[in-house]
């Protein structure tokens, strides 16, 4: 009897012990689980994802109306994760035939500008989802595109009555495009329709009938970069013609639709200035499984607008095999385009030496023209010794066009005369692309007869306006500048002055005396003013939108200007939460969020490229948001690779990246603001790799963020970022730059955050994934959070609010309250 009630008591207790052990599984389960859920950040922060944006703004061809569009908060999970197809680098919505895309707005409004009059725009729908639109050239209509359940329609903004509808019933083919386009004017588009008959959609076969195989045979090497969403398998590419058959129609604003031409493979069209042509651009088979859409084979024609054939203008071979370099590109002819400035003449570009940079030639480019109806032989406009970059249109005796060369960062604009083939051409301007302070403007453009962007010159065609960001060593100072063509000489009409940062939209008169702009300071959001420069009166105020965060009002900005220990400047904007006063309450734990960026000159590398008056934008995206949580913010300390001459930046990536990291902390930290021990590092992209780098080799910081990087070269091996050298060319920079191949030196807590769909080259989610696994493996102290259903910048409300609680956990638990790993 004891015996057996000895036995059943022990019995008793083992089955305790197991339901106990059952029940701590089930807990730790159900703590796993719910770690798997979407989590909020604290209200504070919330505030900010939140807060109201600002309205867009198209101001209209005549300059008398703008078009104000609203945008709503940010999409729900349940509309980013909608079904979407991956075809060739492309994203496409199925069920409306569209790009995929979730930035819609959801109403519109119209501006007078001599007034500040703002009209509501009547007969839309709810919630309506508006995606693109475009101004008529004579400004009496907007066209624009909503996204319904069944497809994209296309509408028409009446300006007088301030009214708006459905033109047709057809719905829009817009997987490359807005899917329309004004013709000529403004009373018809061209648009891009779905076909009437069109075949049922490709259906996978659920057997398959073999492997999907890829060959090649040999050949030059190749500079193809690491590429996502390329075809597969047969069916993709039967899916891709499926998605891109389009059929080209002339819609009048009256809404009658005259269709043309045959159904298209349709990748790219464009109609001549005149309306009379089409330039379609389709695509041709075989197709590759390692390159995106843009470089498949192509079949570029000529229509015309009943729907006959004019002329085959190319048909360009895919391209697999460029040669190596940013300045590489496929021989012979390439980027065909209308002038603008004439009724329908085609230009082109012709590369020399098969499209190498590394070719000892005179002549790299030559950009052709021929004029229709295409008997007489193309015309040589201008042989270029670089690589053609753009070209801006006026009238047959002024153009400009812009040639650069990427390898020594060279840049120059020439002035042609068009209609004169055999003038010699005039150098405008010359600098490097990377000196800011010297960058002279762009052009003012306006609208021809046309309805097509040309060259605004003064009323007697001497002159050009200009309008630049204004880079100086005391921050950006925007300007407005009229250049004499003749003697090229500029004169100053204007610029920005402290406590403002304000920027010209456009010049509302001939004489560039009165002008429109959007003035801004660090506690007022950018609103709209005319400016008259003739006049001593203050400029008008044409709005007066609200500060969306009034709460963030009073944070303090500062330009820091410091040396790195090889003596080359570098700048930083401060930020400090409001209130806060560094001398009374001592420094505050530190978020540094940077980006790399290559030079070729340290004097480039040096320059300032923001305002200490720019509006506080409090975005959600950037490290500014961790004010609210009582953190002190350095963003965008300047990060500069240099390679002077023919040396190359990432030779000696780590040893600058060091120096720069070393010099931020070492000025935040002598002016009070931050305390070594308590400072973060983050970034995102090539600021992730950025990161994980510092925290590899240097201990300098308590902790790292990395979003959406890349950690591994090996899975980059034909460049990345700037790099132009394949891995094989430059093994031992890859090797020395990927943190991955140091994860067993960092000791500092990294959290990598990646979109699941990532689709930018080279930062695959494998990358964070694989990351995570080394140093999981190696007893770093890391987390992992893969976002469903996003890409390479987060979308959805529930993802961003996620993003900020894990950062805000992260940062409070080993920066502001954590140990210091290195003892210090």
């Known amino acids: 009897m004891v015996c057996s009630t000895i036995f059943t008591i022990q019995r008793t207790q083992r089955l305790l012990a197991m339901v106990g052990i059952a029940l701590c599984a089930c807990t730790a389960l159900a703590a796993k689980l719910a770690d798997n859920a979407y989590q909020m950040p604290p209200p504070e922060l919330q505030a900010v994802v939140d807060a109201p944006r600002g309205p867009q703004f198209k101001l209209g061809p005549r300059r008398k109306t703008a078009l104000l569009i609203s945008v709503p908060g940010l999409p729900s999970i349940a509309e980013v994760a909608q079904p979407e197809l991956r075809l060739a680098g492309l994203r496409i919505h ?40 475009l101004w008529s050239p004579d400004e009496q209509w907007v066209a624009f595109s909503r996204w319904a359940d069944n497809g994209v329609e296309l509408w028409l903004l009446d300006v007088k009555n301030a009214s708006a509808e459905r033109l047709i019933s057809e719905k829009l083919n817009a997987v490359t495009g807005y899917g329309f386009s004004w013709l000529n004017g403004s009373e018809e588009l061209l648009v891009r329709l779905l076909p009437l008959r ?23 090497i190749t500079q193809s970069r690491t590429y996502p ?23 009048n604003t009256d809404g009658e639709v005259r269709r043309i ?10 109609a001549s200035p005149n309306g009379k042509l089409m330039l379609t651009t389709q695509l041709r088979r075989p197709y590759s499984t390692i390159l995106p859409m843009e470089r498949f084979g192509q079949l570029i024609e000529i229509w015309n607008d009943q ?18 370099g940013n300045d590489a590109v496929q021989a012979g002819p390439r980027d065909f385009g209308w002038r603008n400035d004439q009724p329908a003449t085609l230009y082109w570009l012709e590369a020399q030496a098969g499209g190498d940079p590394e070719a000892s030639v005179k002549i790299h480019d030559v950009l052709m023209q021929q004029a229709a109806p295409f008997k007489a032989a193309p015309q040589d406009l201008l042989d270029l010794a670089w690589r053609f970059n753009s070209v801006q249109w ?64 003064s009323p007697d065609g001497f002159s050009l306006f200009l309008i630049g960001a204004g880079a100086s060593p005391e921050g950006e100072r925007p300007f407005l500048d009229k250049l004499h063509l003749a003697s090229e000489k500029t004169t100053r009409l ?90 009374r309450d001592g420094p505050r734990p530190m978020l540094m969020w940077a980006y790399p960026r290559e030079f070729k000159t340290a004097e480039a590398a040096g320059q300032v490229k923001s305002s200490p008056y720019k509006f506080n934008r409090i975005n959600f995206n950037g490290p500014q948001v961790m004010l609210a949580r009582g953190y002190s913010v350095l963003d965008d300390p300047a990060m500069p690779i240099i390679g002077e001459g023919r040396d190359e930046p990432n030779d000696t990536y780590i040893e600058q990246l060091k120096m720069n990291a070393e010099a931020a902390v070492e000025e935040v930290v002598r002016i009070g603001v931050a305390e070594r021990g308590r400072i973060a590092i983050g970034g995102h992209s090539y600021g992730a790799f950025m990161a994980a780098n510092l925290l590899a080799h240097t201990s300098l910081f308590r902790a790292g963020i990395a979003r959406s990087g890349a950690y591994n070269r090996t899975l980059t091996p034909f460049g990345f970022q700037s790099e132009e050298r394949n891995f094989w060319k430059a093994k031992e920079a890859y090797q020395a730059m990927a943190p991955f191949n140091f994860a067993n030196k960092i000791e500092d807590p990294l959290l990598l955050i990646h979109g699941e769909q990532d689709n930018n080259p080279g930062t695959s989610p494998v990358q964070s994934e694989r990351m995570y696994q080394a140093l999981q493996g190696l007893g770093a102290t890391t987390r992992l959070v893969m976002l469903p259903n996003e890409s390479h910048s987060y979308r959805a409300r529930e993802s961003v609010l996620h993003m900020l609680w894990e950062q805000d956990q992260w940062l409070n638990k080993y920066v502001k309250n954590g140990k210091d790993n290195h003892g210090k």
């Open 261 to 270: 031409g045959p159904v298209m493979t349709l990748s790219k069209v464009q």
């Open 229 to 251: 969403d390329m075809l597969k398998t047969a069916h993709d590419a039967d899916m891709l013609d499926w998605y891109l058959q389009t059929q080209l129609a002339i819609v």
């Open 494 to 583: 204007w610029r920005s002055k402290a406590p403002y940062y304000e920027e010209v939209l456009g010049v509302l008169d001939d004489r560039g005396n009165q002008l429109l702009t959007s003035r801004e300071s660090n506690d007022e959001r950018p609103n709209l003013y005319v400016r008259q420069l003739d006049s001593s009166m203050l400029p008008r105020a044409l709005t007066a939108f609200p500060h969306p965060t009034p709460q963030f009002k009073g944070v303090q900005k500062r330009i820091l200007r410091y040396e790195r220990e090889d003596g080359v400047e570098l700048s930083a904007t401060l930020y400090l939460p409001p209130g806060y006063d560094p001398r």
């Open 198 to 220: 069109q075949s049922r959609l490709p259906v996978e076969k659920t057997i398959p009938n073999g492997p999907n195989t890829q060959e090649t045979r040999g050949g030059k």
């Open 307 to 324: 729907g006959k054939k004019i002329k085959t203008v190319a048909e360009r071979p895919m391209r697999e095999r460029l040669p190596g």
């Open 394 to 457: 006026g009238n047959d005796g002024l153009a400009l066009v812009t040639e650069s060369w990427w390898k020594s960062r060279d840049t120059r604009t020439w002035r042609i005369q068009p209609g004169f083939p055999n003038s010699k051409p005039e150098l405008i301007f010359s600098r490097k692309s990377e000196d800011q302070y010297a960058h002279p403007g762009n052009p003012v453009m306006t609208l021809n007869q046309f309805g097509r962007s040309v060259l605004r010159t």
């Open 94 to 133: 199925p069920r409306t035939r569209a790009a995929s895309r979730f930035d819609f707005s959801n109403g519109l409004s119209l501006l007078d500008i001599a007034s500040g009059k703002i009209r509501q725009i009547k007969g839309l729908p709810a919630k309506a989802r508006i995606a693109d639109s």
